[in-house]
C-alpha cells in the first residue's frame, strides 16, 4: 500500500499549491513512483490547473480522469455517494505508486458543516495523515497558532490524524515567530514566506478577464508575471517616478503621450522593464503613434481593453496569480522557497518514506541538483547572451544550485532577461570586453603559452574571448567550473582547458562519458564524444576516469572494457587493444573491478553472463562501459537513447584539473541545468580530494 499525504487547509488562498509542488518534487527524489490525487475538483474537463502542473511533475504516469476523484457538484448531490466515488478512484492510484501526494480542495462551495470537515473525512477514508496548511499573510503568529489549533481539532473529531502543520505565505520577517507559536501545539511545524511573485497574474490570464486583444507587441511575452500595477493617470514626470520592474501600466486609451512614454522607458537601459501596457476604453493608437511604437523596436505587449479605467484597474487587482499558470520562474521560485524552508529529511521520517533502492532519471536529476546545493560552487556559463542559458541561470538561482557568473554585457543581458520575465539578480555578469581582468588574464595565458612564443599583447586580444575568460577564471580559482558549448563548437570550448586546466597527474587524455539514466539505474558511458581512436594506453586511462566518474555520481564502478568478443575467444587488433588496455587498468588500479574484453550482452545480461563468465565480478552487473572507439561510443549512446528511451546526460568531460564541461548547441534548459549541476558535483569532489591531499602532506611531515 502506497504512502501518502493529504495537504489540507482550513481556509482559502494559503498557497496548498506551493506545498504540493514542493512535496511531489521532494518525493520524486527519493521514490521510483509518485503519483497524485485531487479528490474534489471543479472540472472534469481537464483545466484543474494543479492537477495538470502535478501529474506533469509525477513519475507515475496518470491521465487527467484517473487523478480526479468528484466535482463539487458530485458533492453537494449526495456527499456520501461522492466519498465513496473518491475512495474507489484513489485505489486505483494508489495500486501503481510508492507516494502519493493528495491535494485537498480549494473552498469553492462544498456545503456541509465545514469544507475542512469533509477534506478531513476524506483523509481518514484514504488512510492518510495531513499535513495541515495555514495562511499567514493576514495573521499574527498568535493568530495563526490558533487557526491552527482549531483546524487540527476539527480533523481528529473526523478521525483524521494531523502529522505536521505548515504556515505559508508568512511576512518574511515574521517566519521565526510564526514557526515557536506553532512548535507549542507540541506537532511538527515549518513556515514558509510570501513571495508576491507566486501570487502574481499573468498578462495572459489579466487580457483574458479584460476581454483584450493584442495590438502590439510579442504574444511570446503574454507569459510573463505582471508582478505590480500602476494606473498611469498623471502627468508624464510622475508616470516615470512610479514605474517598476515587472509591471502592468494602465492608461487611457486616448492618450498617445502616455502610451508613447511608457513605451520610451520600457526601451530605455535606465528604467524597469514593464510587462505590459493596457489601453483602456476600447481606443486604439493612430497609425502614426503606431508607427512610431513600432520604430522603437520593442517586443512589449500593448492590450486594448473595452473597459474604463476603473473598471479594468477593478479587473486587474482581484484576477488571481495561479502558480500552475505561471511561467518556469514562478514555478522555481516555488520550489526553491519550499527547499530552503522545509527539512526534507524530518518530513521523510514523519512520513516512514524510506530511499528507494531504483534510480529514475527523474530522481537522478533531482538529486543531481540536492548535491550542488549542498555545497554551492561558483560556476562560469560564457554565453551569457544566450535566452536558454539565461532561462537556465533563472531556474538554477532560484533554486540556489549553484553560484553563477555570466559573460556578457551587462546591460543587454539584464534587460533581456527582465524582458523574458527571468530573475539574474543573484548573478554577477562580467563582459569580458571592458572587463579589468583581461590584463590578469593576459599576462597569466603569456606565462603558460610561453613556450609558444605567446606575448602578453598577444594574449590580451585572446583571453577577451569567452571561453578563454571563463577558462581563465577556472584556472586562477575565481570560478569553480565552467559550461560552454550552447552557441559555440566543442573545440572552441575545450580546446582553451589543454592549453590553460591541463590533465590530471597521471591521466594522459582528456575524455568523456555520458550517464546514461535508464528507467530504474543509472549507466556510464566512455567515451563518447572526444577521442576518435584511442590507443591502449589510452583506453585504460578513459577506464580510470570513467570509474571515478561513476563514483562521483554514486555509481557504484564495474568497469566492462567492451569488444566484439568475450574473454579469449577472439583475436585481433582490435580484441588485442582491449585486451591490452584491460591489463593496464589492473595494474594501475587493482581495487576496481573490470572486465575485458567483453561483449555488450555478457555485460549486462546475467544470463548471457553465466554462459560466458560465469566467475566474473563484473560480467552481467556492469555499470561502466568503456567504447573502443568513438564510432561504437556514439553510434551506442544514441541507439539506447532513442530505442530505450533513456535520457543521457553529458558529455561530461574527465581529466582535466577542474571541471569543464560542453553543452550540445541543440541542448535544451534542462540540459543546461543537469550540466551546470554535474560540474558542480565535479569540483566538490575535486576540492574533497585537494584537502585530503593536504591532510595526508600534513600527517607526512609531521
Not at 631 to 648: C, E, F, I, L, P
Request: proline fraction near 4%; hydrophobic fraction near 45%; aromatic fraction near 4%.
Amino acid at each position: 500500500m502506497a504512502r501518502s499525504i493529504y495537504i489540507a487547509s482550513p481556509e482559502g488562498y494559503t498557497g496548498k499549491s506551493t506545498v504540493a509542488l514542493g512535496l511531489v518534487d521532494l518525493f520524486t527524489r527519493r521514490v521510483e513512483k509518485v503519483g497524485v490525487f485531487r479528490p474534489v475538483t471543479r472540472s472534469t474537463t481537464g483545466d484543474d490547473a494543479i492537477v495538470n502542473l502535478l501529474t506533469g511533475r509525477a513519475s507515475v504516469e496518470r491521465s487527467y480522469d484517473e487523478s480526479i476523484g468528484v466535482t463539487y457538484d458530485e458533492v453537494h448531490a449526495d456527499p456520501e455517494a461522492a466519498l465513496s466515488t473518491i475512495v474507489d478512484k484513489y485505489r486505483a492510484v494508489e495500486r501503481d505508486c510508492e507516494v502519493v501526494v493528495i491535494v485537498g480542495s480549494d473552498y469553492t462551495d462544498v456545503t456541509g458543516p465545514t469544507e475542512l470537515s469533509f477534506n478531513a473525512r476524506v483523509a481518514a477514508n484514504l488512510g492518510a495523515p495531513v499535513l495541515l496548511v495555514v495562511g499567514a499573510l493576514h495573521h499574527t503568529s498568535a493568530e495563526v497558532a490558533q487557526v491552527a489549533e482549531l483546524a487540527v481539532a476539527e480533523i481528529a473529531a473526523n478521525h483524521a490524524t494531523t502529522v505536521g502543520v505548515l504556515a505559508n505565505r508568512c511576512r518574511p520577517e515574521e517566519l521565526g515567530q510564526v514557526r515557536e507559536a506553532l512548535a507549542a501545539s507540541g506537532l511538527p511545524a515549518w513556515a514558509l514566506p510570501e513571495v508576491p511573485l507566486l501570487s502574481a497574474p499573468v498578462v495572459a490570464d489579466l487580457m483574458a478577464a479584460l476581454d483584450g486583444e493584442l495590438i502590439l507587441g510579442d504574444e511570446e511575452l503574454l507569459s510573463r508575471e505582471a508582478e505590480h500595477m500602476l494606473v498611469a493617470g498623471m502627468s508624464t514626470e510622475h508616470v516615470l517616478e512610479r514605474l517598476r520592474d515587472g509591471q502592468l501600466a494602465i492608461a487611457a486609451g486616448d492618450r498617445p503621450e502616455v502610451l508613447v512614454t511608457l513605451v520610451t522607458a520600457h526601451a530605455s537601459e535606465t528604467f524597469p522593464s514593464l510587462s505590459a501596457i493596457v489601453l483602456n476604453g476600447g481606443y486604439r493608437p493612430s497609425p502614426q503613434v503606431t508607427k512610431m511604437v513600432e520604430g522603437l523596436g520593442q517586443r512589449l505587449p500593448i492590450i486594448s481593453t473595452p473597459h474604463d479605467t476603473y473598471e479594468s484597474a477593478q479587473i486587474v487587482a482581484s484576477t488571481r496569480g495561479i502558480l500552475a499558470r505561471g511561467t518556469q520562474r514562478k514555478i522555481d521560485t516555488a520550489l526553491g522557497v519550499f527547499e530552503q524552508n522545509l527539512d526534507a529529511e524530518s518530513l521523510m521520517r514523519i512520513l516512514d518514506v524510506p530511499r528507494s533502492e531504483v534510480v529514475t532519471p527523474l530522481m537522478f536529476e533531482s538529486t543531481l541538483l540536492e548535491r550542488a546545493r549542498a555545497d554551492r560552487q561558483r560556476i562560469v556559463l560564457p554565453e551569457g547572451g544566450d535566452d536558454r542559458i539565461m532561462r537556465a541561470a533563472s531556474t538554477l538561482l532560484s533554486r540556489q544550485v549553484a553560484d553563477l557568473i555570466l559573460l556578457g554585457n551587462e546591460t543587454q543581458v539584464r534587460a533581456r532577461a527582465a524582458e523574458l520575465g527571468l530573475d539574474l539578480d543573484a548573478a554577477t555578469i562580467i563582459d569580458p570586453a571592458t572587463s579589468e581582468l583581461v590584463q590578469t588574464f593576459a599576462e597569466e595565458y603569456a606565462r603558460l603559452r610561453a613556450h609558444k612564443g605567446m606575448t602578453v599583447e598577444r594574449a590580451r586580444e585572446i583571453v577577451r574571448d569567452v571561453s578563454y575568460f571563463g577558462t581563465m577564471m577556472v584556472h586562477l580559482g575565481q570560478a569553480d567550473g565552467m559550461v560552454s558549448g550552447a552557441t559555440h563548437t566543442t573545440a572552441h570550448t575545450i580546446k582553451p582547458s589543454f592549453e590553460i586546466i591541463k590533465t590530471k597527474p597521471d591521466t594522459s587524455i582528456v575524455s568523456s562519458v555520458f550517464l546514461m539514466c535508464l528507467a530504474d539505474r543509472v549507466l556510464v558511458y566512455g567515451d563518447c564524444a572526444v577521442n576518435p581512436d584511442p590507443t591502449a594506453e589510452q583506453l585504460a586511462d578513459i577506464a580510470i576516469s570513467s570509474a571515478a566518474t561513476a563514483a562521483q555520481f554514486d555509481v557504484a564502478p564495474r568497469v566492462a572494457m567492451l569488444s566484439y568478443s568475450t574473454g579469449q575467444s577472439g583475436s585481433g587488433a582490435d580484441v588485442d587493444k582491449v585486451r591490452s588496455a584491460t591489463e593496464l587498468v589492473k595494474e594501475r588500479r587493482p581495487d576496481l573491478f573490470v572486465e575485458g574484453p567483453i561483449q555488450y550482452d555478457a555485460a549486462v545480461d546475467a544470463s548471457v553472463a553465466r554462459t560466458k563468465m560465469p566467475d566474473s565480478e563484473v560480467a552481467g552487473r556492469a555499470t561502466v562501459f568503456v567504447f573502443p572507439d568513438l564510432n561504437t561510443g556514439n553510434n551506442t549512446y544514441k541507439a539506447v537513447q532513442r530505442s530505450a528511451g533513456a535520457v543521457a546526460v553529458g558529455p561530461v568531460l574527465q581529466g582535466l584539473n577542474k571541471p569543464v564541461n560542453d553543452l550540445s548547441r541543440g541542448a535544451l534548459v534542462q540540459d543546461i541545468v543537469n550540466t551546470v549541476a554535474i560540474t558542480a558535483v565535479q569540483a566538490q569532489a575535486d576540492k574533497a580530494a585537494q584537502a585530503a591531499q593536504a591532510v595526508n602532506k600534513k600527517e607526512i611531515n609531521v
